[in-house]
């Protein structure tokens, strides 16, 4: 379902004399924010100018008529750079850990290079070109889901509908035990179906363990 812009209702004609020359630039700018592309179509942060038509358009799905100022697209496009940085130092900080996973020294240097190690001087030599993949960032989003859903675990609780442990019912009834008669005992079991049974064999079976321990 797709919210549409809400364009003001002005019932005075006179009213509707003077504000029509301003309602006509925000029907033809529709198609405009209709046609800006998305952070996940371009992969990349989106400029000032995409960014306040994203900004625009969401203000006019709720009725707000007024613009948006600098400051705020400021302030959103910070928010967005700190973000992918965290993700990013969180992928190098991943990436630098698994190649030095089975070093002797837990303290990893920013260089890859042991402090405790020999202090020998060595001829000066470029530093390899590390560069990131997909599995690099799969792996960090593993380990760290927060830095895309923050209150993921929080939001979920409520619909794992767990329960305190003096919530629970204690009650619980175990259906009458079969009696089975002596002929049917001395017959040999099928051994394809051996280890198959019902229910309410189960539910005994887990009663004489418990009741025995």
Known sequence: MHCFPKYPLIQDKEQQKLQVN??????????EWNNTPLSTQTY???????????????????GLTGG??????EMIILGLETHLRNIVESAIDVARYRK??????????????????PKETTPETPMPQVTLHIEDLFNTLEMYPHLIEPCGSKLRLPSITLENDDMI?????????????????KEEPDKRTAHL?????????????ITTT
């Open 169 to 185: 019912d204690t009650k619980y009834e175990l259906p009458p035990r079969e009696q089975n008669d002596e002929e049917e005992i």
């Open 68 to 73: 948006a100022s600098i400051p705020a697209l």
């Open 22 to 31: 301003n309602l006509v630039p925000l029907a033809t700018r529709r198609g």
């Open 100 to 117: 030095h996973k089975y070093s002797a020294n837990d303290i990893v240097s920013a260089i890859g290079i042991d402090p405790d190690g």
């Open 197 to 209: 049974g019902t229910t309410d064999e189960l539910k005994w079976v887990l009663h004489d363990l």
């Open 44 to 62: 990349e942060i989106p400029d000032y100018e995409d960014l306040s038509r994203h900004v625009l358009m969401t203000m006019r799905e709720y």
